[in-house]
T-cell receptor, first 119, second 112 residues
């Protein structure tokens, strides 16, 4: 089935040790997002790619970076994880219409998430 | 004030009960509205979009009140499988890949 796949599902790292989380999709969606969700909180958008164009949220710390080498893959790099970065990281995709009208684009398909623990 | 606010709950209801959740949003220019469902330690999944005229999908009914800037979700004949967190989601634009603003969710627990 077409889907959004995140790896690893669970990641344990030490304070300050870089981490990379990956996301792949077979939906051929042109928009990909990374959300951070802490316990009992709303998912918080970190950044998103519209095709190759990177869009950072103003309050996303510099510690978080992203790469999208092709349509199917997107990576989240956390350069120096702190205890406060422990969270579920959710990748999502959506499709914008060919004319940019966004028909159906607001429907997000999420991956199962990568749960990060920082020791 | 948060952009999207929800009562966190939990709402504890017996099977067969009717339960309603409300959500308020602060941006009066918001155009698109949704309810997502999130099971414990799982990803959010779209439950239903919310249309101006209100819409129904089986046991679920969504309503939008633009004047008061709130959205509601009504669940009739609750099932055990309805136990989850329900996220209210708002988009500032009419379409496109506009940023979706998530509420923190309302937790529902349906018991036998």
């Amino acid at each position: 089935d077409a889907m959004v796949i995140q790896n690893p599902r669970y990641q344990v790292t030490q304070f300050g040790k870089p981490v990379t989380l990956s996301c792949s999709q077979t939906l051929n969606h042109n928009v990909m997002y990374w959300y951070q969700q802490k316990s009992s909180q709303a998912p918080k958008l970190l950044f998103h790619y519209y095709d190759k164009d990177f869009n950072n949220e103003a309050d996303t710390p510099d510690n978080f970076q992203s790469r999208r080498p092709n349509t199917s893959f997107c990576f989240l790099d956390i350069r120096s994880p702190g205890l406060g970065d422990a969270a579920m990281y959710l990748c999502a995709t959506s499709r914008d219409g060919p004319d940019g009208s966004g028909s159906g684009a607001n429907v997000l398909t999420f991956g199962a998430g990568s749960r990060l623990t920082v020791l | 004030r948060k952009e999207v606010e929800q009562d966190p709950g939990p709402f504890n209801v017996p099977e067969g009960a009717t339960v309603a959740f409300n959500c308020t949003y602060s941006n009066s220019a918001s155009q698109s509205f949704f309810w997502y469902r999130q099971d414990c330690r799982k990803e959010p999944k779209l439950l239903m979009s919310v249309y101006s005229s209100g819409n129904e999908d089986g046991r679920f009914t969504a309503q939008l009140n633009r004047a008061s800037q709130y959205i509601s979700l009504l669940i009739r004949d609750s099932k055990l499988s309805d136990s989850a967190t329900y996220l209210c989601v708002v988009s500032p634009g009419p379409g496109g890949y506009n940023k979706l603003i998530f509420g923190a969710g309302t937790r529902l627990a349906v018991h036998p």
